[in-house]
């Protein structure tokens, strides 16, 4: 029985033109209507069948037309020795891994704490300055009050003489 792309496709549940793909790039043998529409058998839907399994899998197209796909190559076993040699390698490596970000860490700390002790010394002078001014001017109020005093003269703000006339 020879079934045309378009049942294939419903079989499989793919597009017509993935089929025809398929044929094509695995070489797959098809007879071709007057048409030269493929015409597929049984065995040609069961290789198709299996080509979607594999890509399913994850296997790439170009190792299921070079039939390296899990079931034709063996698995590659290691033995115990080798494993930790391996192991004992990735784990030195960790380490060197987790001494360098740790080492960085510190110099991103240290270049941060060094910024903040100069904002608050820059801050501390400011403070200081503020502190002068505020004696300073603590200083000429009082002598002022004592000049005031002294010449028995109430002393009124500049303000209040302009409407005194």
Known sequence: MLLKTKQVSDELGVNPTTVQRWVKYFELSCE???????????????????IKNDLRKGYSMEKIKGGTNEKSSPIKVISQESFEQRLDRFTVRLEQLERQLEEKANEVITVQVLQHRSELDELVKKVTSLEEKLVELEDHTSIQEAVGQSSGKVKRPWIMSLFSF
């Open 32 to 50: 071709k209507n007057e048409k030269g529409h493929f015409l597929f058998t049984n065995d040609t839907l069961e290789e198709l069948k299996s």
